[in-house]
């Protein structure tokens, strides 16, 4: 079982601060099968766990569910899918929390592989998506959260608990306000949605009658040029610019993939981000780097964690007849 095999059929699920989808998606990557429900991530961890059970629950009685052989989880992180668990900065009632066994549990047994939101966007983006054919890609999902993952030397690398490459914890303030990961001047704390909307409010900008307070509200003000609105976005996409920077310079990526609902802000963020890479992006190795916005959407969460489940090389080992191996990272 392996990507691009039509016949080839998964479980994905897609774990976020927002909302929980599923879906039921085959090797060539079209989802056939959905189901979502809204993260309760102030709750205890027993009821966000209901909610993944409902979505499951919904995907197992779909008529498709006999044939499907693995499943993918892409969660908020931080992650250790050495040892199967997730500890979402957005949810609380989630530390170290067993997911894979838990999922495995409601999946009837199946081999489960678990990968970071971050590292789920970047195999969607690399297998469907805008860093196709690029040996060297960063690319980034900025949403409720900021997560990132990297693909180097052609191949995706998750690192050795599923986390390499999240670049919202990255500190880019060093003076800044407290993130809820404990660090100080995170590239989430500055640059994630519900953020430029803290901040756009705090500088004075207020919702129409709807009293919609989202970023993307925040993002239509800024395109009608509301000073306060199109201060927070260039202040979002100048913490975006030298955390990409600075990982261009470490591992020399040659491009950055942006998606996640900020990303839909299109040029309000993507005109000052790109100007404010000049400024940080300054030596001669990062200087060609290119930051374009995602293709694979709102799926490249269920698209990336199904591509975990047809990457892993559990399904080799299930298929010789050697008991698989949930959690492990997946080798996409």
């Not at 961890?45 to 009685?61: I, K, S, Y």
């Not at 195999?123 to 054919?133: I, K, R």
């Amino acid at each position: 079982m392996t990507q691009n095999d039509p016949g080839a059929l998964v479980a994905a699920l897609d774990i976020g601060g927002t909302k929980i989808a599923g879906a039921l998606v085959d090797g060539a990557g079209r989802i056939l099968v959905r189901a979502q429900r809204p993260t309760p991530a102030q709750e205890d961890g027993a009821t966000v766990m209901r909610a993944v059970e409902q979505v499951l629950g919904e995907l197992t009685a779909a008529p498709r569910w006999p044939d499907v052989r693995a499943v993918g989880i892409g969660s908020a992180g931080p992650v250790d899918a050495s040892l199967g668990t997730v500890s979402p900065v957005n949810i609380p009632g989630w530390r170290a929390f067993p997911l894979v066994e838990r999922v495995q549990g409601c999946a009837g047994g199946l081999p489960v592989s678990l990968i970071g939101d971050g590292v789920a966007i970047t195999a969607a983006e690399h297998w469907q998506g805008a860093a196709q054919g690029y040996d060297n890609a960063l690319c980034m999902v900025v949403s409720t959260g900021v997560g990132g993952g990297l693909v180097l030397g052609g191949k995706l690398h998750p690192g050795p608990t599923g986390n390499a490459g999240h670049i919202g914890h990255i500190s880019v303030d060093l003076d800044g306000d407290a993130c809820p990961c404990g660090a100080r001047g995170c590239v989430e704390r500055i640059a994630s949605g519900p953020n430029i909307a803290r901040r756009a409010l705090a500088g004075g900008w207020r919702p129409g009658a709807d009293g919609d307070t989202s970023a993307a509200a925040v993002a239509a003000a800024a395109r009608a040029g509301h000073p306060v609105a199109v201060a927070s976005f260039e202040r979002a996409a100048q913490a975006l610019a030298a955390s990409i920077a600075a990982t261009a310079s470490l591992v020399e990526v040659e491009i950055a993939v942006i998606g996640g609902g900020v990303a839909k802000a299109g040029d309000v963020l993507f005109t000052p981000l790109r100007r404010a890479l000049r400024d940080y992006a300054t030596l001669s190795f990062v200087q060609s780097l290119t930051v374009t916005p995602a293709m694979t959407g709102t799926d490249a969460g269920l698209v990336g964690a199904a591509a975990a489940a047809l990457g892993n090389g559990a399904r080799a080992r299930m298929r010789a007849g050697a008991p698989a191996q949930s959690g492990a990272p997946a080798q996409v």
